[in-house]
C-alpha cells in the first residue's frame, strides 16, 4: 500500500478512530496521541496487513492496542468523556452517556464499535481478538447492564 493510499484509509476513519479511543481514554490529547501512534504503527507494519479489504479492522485492532498499552502506563481506568467537556447535553444523552461509562471496558469497547461505529459482530471479533459468540453475548451483557442503569436512573 503506497502512502497515498495509506493517507486516504486513514483519513476517511478518522472520526472512527478518535471515537474509540475516546472509549478508552479520557484526556483529549490522550486520545490523539493514541490515534497519531496508532496511525504511525500501522503505516509501519503495512506489509503486514494481508487483505486490503481489512484495513479498518486491523487499523482499529492497531489502536485498541495503543490504547491498552497507554491505560497500563497511566495505571487507571478512565471513563470515555469528561462531563465538562460536552455542557450542553440533552439529559437523556448525558445520562446514555454516563451509562456507557459505568460498563467494564471490553463491553464499552464492544458498545462503542458496534452501535457508534456500525461494525458487525464478525469485525468487531477480529479487532477484539475474540469469537463472534464472546461478542454477541458480550453485547447482550452490554445491552442489559445499559437498560437496568437507565431505569434505575430515571427513577
Known amino acids: 500500500m ?4 495509506f493517507g486516504e484509509r486513514v483519513t476517511a476513519m478518522q472520526g472512527s478512530l478518535y471515537r474509540v479511543a475516546a472509549s478508552y481514554l479520557r484526556g483529549e490529547s490522550d ?4 490515534v497519531a501512534e496508532a496511525i504511525a504503527k500501522a503505516w509501519e507494519k503495512r506489509q503486514t496487513l ?5 484495513f479498518a479492522t486491523w487499523m482499529t485492532r492497531i489502536l485498541i492496542r495503543v490504547c491498552v498499552d497507554m491505560q497500563r ?11 465538562a467537556e460536552k455542557p450542553a447535553e440533552d439529559e437523556k444523552v448525558t445520562a446514555l452517556r454516563e451509562a456507557i461509562d459505568s460498563l467494564p ?3 464499552r469497547t ?3 464499535l458496534h452501535y457508534m461505529e ?3 459482530v464478525r469485525e468487531i ?3 477484539m481478538g475474540t469469537t463472534k459468540g464472546a461478542v454477541c453475548a458480550g453485547l447482550a451483557r452490554a445491552r442489559e447492564k445499559l437498560r437496568a442503569y437507565l431505569e434505575e436512573d430515571a427513577r
Open 110 to 112: 464492544m458498545i462503542v
Open 73 to 83: 502506563r497511566q495505571k487507571r481506568l478512565i471513563p470515555t468523556d469528561d462531563v
Open 2 to 5: 503506497n502512502r497515498r493510499a
Open 105 to 107: 471496558q471490553k463491553a
Open 31 to 34: 486520545r490523539l496521541d493514541a
Open 118 to 120: 456500525g461494525y458487525d
Open 50 to 54: 494481508r487483505d486490503e479489504a481489512l
Open 125 to 127: 471479533a477480529g479487532m
